[in-house]
T-cell receptor, first 113, second 111 residues
C-alpha cells in the first residue's frame, strides 16, 4: 500500500535551535518526494522536492531534506529555526508533479521564543 | 500571476443545500486537482484533471460530489445535497510540469 507517515504530530523547538521533521513512505514505484508548509488559514506552499540525483536537496527558507532509500525516509531539516517557521508541515509522495500526491498527516511546529 | 484563485473563501450552509466551490487555475497549467482537508483524514485527493479531462476521480466520496472543468481556466466542485460531514477545507491546486501550486482554500461549514 502507498502511504506516508509523519510520526510526530506536534513538535516544539526553541528559536535558534535545529529542527528535524521525520517522514517515512511506502511507495511501489520510484518515489517523487515533497515537503509542503501550511501557515494558518493558508494554502500549501512547496518547500522542496526530490526527483532524482543528489539525495540532499535544498529548498526555500533555509530548509533541506535528505532522501534515504534504504530507510524509506525523507526527513526535513533546518539548522536554526525562526519564529516565523511555526506552521504545519506535510510530507508527500507521488509519481511527479502532474499525478496524485499522497500526503502524510502533517506535523505542527511550534517555536518558543 | 495571481496564483490559484478559489471562491468563496468561506461558505456556511444548511444540510441539504447545494454547494458550489470554484477554482481558477494558473494560466498555462494543464493539470488541476481538488483536495479536501479534515482533522480526521488529513489531505485527500478528490479528483484531478489533465487538459480539462477527469483522470482520476476515485477519491470522490459519494455521488453527492461532482466536479467539472468546462475549460482550461475554470473548475467547479459541487456537493448536492450537502451534509455536516462534508465540513472541511477544500483546496484547488494546479500544476505545470515543474510544481504544484495550491489555492488558499474554501472553508465549508455545513450545519
Amino acid at each position: 500500500a502507498q502511504s506516508v507517515t509523519q510520526p510526530d504530530i506536534h513538535i516544539t523547538v526553541s528559536e535558534g535551535a535545529s529542527l528535524e521533521l521525520r517522514c517515512n513512505y511506502s511507495y511501489g514505484a520510484t518515489p517523487y518526494l515533497f515537503w509542503y508548509v501550511q501557515s494558518p488559514g493558508q494554502g500549501l506552499q512547496l518547500l522542496l522536492k526530490y526527483f532524482s540525483g543528489d539525495t540532499l536537496v535544498q529548498g526555500i527558507k533555509g530548509f533541506e531534506a535528505e532522501f534515504k532509500r534504504s530507510q524509506s525516509s525523507f526527513n526535513l531539516r533546518k539548522p536554526s529555526v525562526h519564529w516565523s517557521d511555526a506552521a504545519e508541515y506535510f510530507c508527500a509522495v507521488g509519481p511527479g508533479n502532474t499525478g496524485k500526491l499522497i500526503f502524510g498527516q502533517g506535523t505542527t511546529l511550534q517555536v518558543k521564543p | 500571476d495571481a496564483g490559484v484563485i478559489q471562491s468563496p473563501r468561506h461558505e456556511v450552509t444548511e444540510m441539504g443545500q447545494e454547494v458550489t466551490l470554484r477554482c481558477k487555475p494558473i494560466s498555462g497549467h494543464n493539470s488541476l486537482f481538488w483536495y479536501r482537508q479534515t482533522m480526521m483524514r488529513g489531505l485527500e485527493l478528490l479528483i484531478y484533471f489533465n487538459n480539462n479531462v477527469p483522470i482520476d476521480d476515485s477519491g470522490m466520496p459519494e455521488d453527492r460530489f461532482s466536479a467539472k472543468m468546462p475549460n482550461a481556466s475554470f473548475s467547479t466542485l459541487k456537493i448536492q445535497p450537502s451534509e455536516p460531514r462534508d465540513s472541511a477545507v477544500y483546496f484547488c491546486a494546479s500544476s505545470d510540469r515543474t510544481e504544484k501550486y495550491f489555492g488558499p482554500g474554501t472553508r465549508l461549514t455545513v450545519t
